[in-house]
Structure formats: structure tokens, C-alpha cells
């Protein structure tokens, strides 16, 4: 099968996704996956969704991304590629499973039992769309050629172990980090409440540690994220909310809160759901010194405008581009070099 018919099996999917006389069975999708996965509400399955059609899916983007590289129509020897996907947010795994597939190799994806309604979905869509792409679901990857997985820190000694004699791209646990100047406006503090709070915070890409000037005042931001407090409602988002705010009360820790959203001063980069740490930095040589230390556990860092070098700007953390590869890892080079 061609390249060309490959990113066409992708674009058409796109297509089927984004066409209205499709919501309804997407809609159904949703709600089945927020059945299987609490954490998975129907209107992040949906903005999932819709983000792979934006910013995955589109044709122009495809040509470009894939045109970056030399990939053949097919490998002089297809390999096949296990895939262990996270399920931490709404169809995560759907970007290495596409990369496996356009590089020309076969994805042997083992499905996170968090995310298999929307993940399987989606295959099966792909597979009707063209039935001979190289895509396969598998409880067990012990035949596989090489390996990408992507787990948590205990996981990943695991799977370093197991695959050792295998190529692989084995991920850890990362975070994402937000730096602010003092500069910012109301708009920019709403869309780095997006970064903390889209997923409920989940995801790698979501904001759990801030970077900021001495005496930083909070009260700007609190009052321009108000709007973001409909993220209380969800139980399980306000059962961790509850816990994590009795432990600062508790303990007597210094925190702010404005009732659905923490803010505590830490030095450590993860944070628990419904709180987001901060740490203060004196001037830029400093700032930078911080995140030098720490950047082997930083998915992505976000800044008013992008002013830091290597940042993306406010709101933009959860809307990756094909080409944002996880942990900095070209994943379609190291395909490509099998």
C-alpha cells in the first residue's frame, strides 16, 4: 500500500469524524466511554476527538509532516511494532498508532483497559475504511520487533527489562509547566487555567507546576479561571479536591484556594489532582537554571506569547502538533531506522 493511501485512510477518517450526519454515533461514543472511564466525560471524549480531527487528521498537515521524512511505500522488511498505550486521557494512544502505520510497519497495539471503547472505535473505523492497513489489537506483545510503550516510572523499569534486547522508545511520567512574567492579562491567565484544568489535569501536556516572580500576587488569576469552576461538579474531580484541601488544612500548609482550584508553593513538579504547585524564580538566569534541573521530567512548558525560548503559548499545551513528539523522541526516525 502506498504512502499516499495510507494518509488518505487517516484523512477520511478525519472526514467521518468531523461530519455532522456522524455526530450522533460519535455522541454515542462518547457516552460509552465516559461509562468505561469516569474520568473520560463526554465533552472531553468530544474535545479529544475533535482535537485529533484539528490537528492529526487534516490533509495539508499530513503531507507536511510526513514530507519532513523519506518513507517509503513500504519498508524493505515490515516490522511489527507493539504499541502499549497510556489511558490516562481520551484516545492518547491514537498518535503512535498512526505514526507506526504511515511509517509503514505494522502496529500491534495493546489497548489501555482505560481507554479500549474509544481506542477499538476508532481502529475498527480505520480498518473499514481501508481494510489493509497494518493495524492489529493484541492482549500479549511477546512476537513484536521493537517496542514503544508508554506507562508510569515503576512501569517503564519493567518494560526496560522485557524489551531490553528489542529497539524502544519506553516514556515515564512527565509533567508540563506554565512560567509567568507578571505580564499577563486576564485572557492569558484563562487560557493557562485551560492548561492546568482541560482533562481534569491528567494528561502529561497539563500544567501542574508554575514558575513565577517573587511576591506574586493570585488574585488576578484566581478571578479571571471563575469560569472554569464547572470542573467542581465532577465527583471524582471534588473527591480529590476535598482530600487534597483537608491535608493543607490539616497540616496547616500554606496554600491558596478559591474553591475548586489549590495553589501551594513546592519545589516538586507533579502535583495532585486539583492542585497546582508553584515555585518562585528571582530573574531569568534563574528560571532557567530551575528548569535545566528538571528537564528530563518536563513534557512541555507554556508562556505568554511563547517569550521562553522553546515554550508554546497559553492554551496551547493540549493541542499538540503531529510533529510534538513525546519526551522530545522522534518516534517517526527512530520507525524509520529499524
Not at 290 to 313: A, H, P, R, Y
Request: aromatic share 14%; glycine share 4%.
Amino acid at each position: 500500500m502506498t504512502l499516499q493511501a495510507r494518509i488518505k485512510a487517516f484523512t477520511d477518517l478525519g472526514w467521518y469524524l468531523n461530519s455532522p450526519e456522524n455526530q450522533d454515533e460519535i455522541e454515542q461514543w462518547a457516552d460509552q466511554a465516559s461509562h468505561q472511564n469516569n474520568w473520560f466525560t463526554i465533552e472531553n471524549t468530544k474535545k479529544s476527538l475533535r482535537s485529533i480531527v484539528d490537528y492529526y487528521l487534516n490533509s495539508d498537515l499530513l503531507i507536511y509532516w510526513t514530507g519532513l521524512y523519506e518513507i517509503p511505500d513500504s519498508p524493505e522488511k515490515v516490522k511489527n511494532i507493539g504499541v502499549i498505550m497510556a489511558g490516562n486521557i481520551p484516545a492518547v494512544g491514537f498518535h503512535d498508532m498512526m505514526t507506526v502505520v504511515l511509517s509503514g510497519h505494522t502496529c500491534v497495539a495493546k489497548i489501555s483497559s482505560q481507554d479500549s471503547f474509544l481506542m477499538l472505535k476508532l481502529i475498527e473505523k480505520l480498518l473499514k475504511i481501508n481494510p489493509n492497513l497494518k493495524i492489529q489489537v493484541a492482549d500479549k506483545l511477546n512476537e513484536v520487533d521493537a517496542l514503544i510503550a508508554t506507562g508510569s516510572d515503576n512501569s517503564a523499569k519493567y518494560f526496560e527489562y522485557y524489551f531490553k534486547a528489542k529497539p524502544h522508545i519506553i516514556r515515564k511520567n512527565r509533567t508540563s509547566i506554565a512560567i509567568l512574567s507578571g505580564k499577563e492579562t486576564e485572557e492569558d491567565f484563562f487560557n493557562v487555567g485551560l492548561d492546568m484544568t482541560d482533562y481534569f489535569g491528567l494528561g502529561c501536556r497539563n500544567v501542574s507546576k508554575i514558575f513565577l516572580p517573587e511576591n506574586y500576587d493570585f488574585t488576578k488569576f484566581y478571578d479571571s479561571i471563575e469560569s472554569l469552576g464547572d470542573i467542581f461538579y465532577h465527583n471524582k474531580y471534588k473527591n480529590n479536591y476535598d482530600y487534597n484541601k483537608s491535608i493543607f488544612l490539616v497540616n496547616m500548609m500554606p496554600h491558596y484556594d478559591n474553591g475548586f482550584l489549590i495553589v501551594a508553593p513546592s519545589e516538586a513538579l507533579v502535583s495532585p489532582i486539583s492542585v497546582i504547585f508553584y515555585e518562585e524564580y528571582k530573574n531569568k538566569a534563574d528560571l532557567i537554571n530551575k528548569i535545566e534541573e528538571n528537564k528530563d521530567k518536563i513534557q512541555c512548558i507554556v508562556s505568554k506569547n511563547s517569550w521562553f525560548t522553546g515554550s508554546l503559548n497559553f492554551g496551547d499545551a493540549q493541542k499538540p502538533k503531529l510533529w510534538d513528539y513525546a519526551d522530545g523522541i522522534d518516534t517517526m526516525t527512530f520507525l524509520l531506522n529499524l
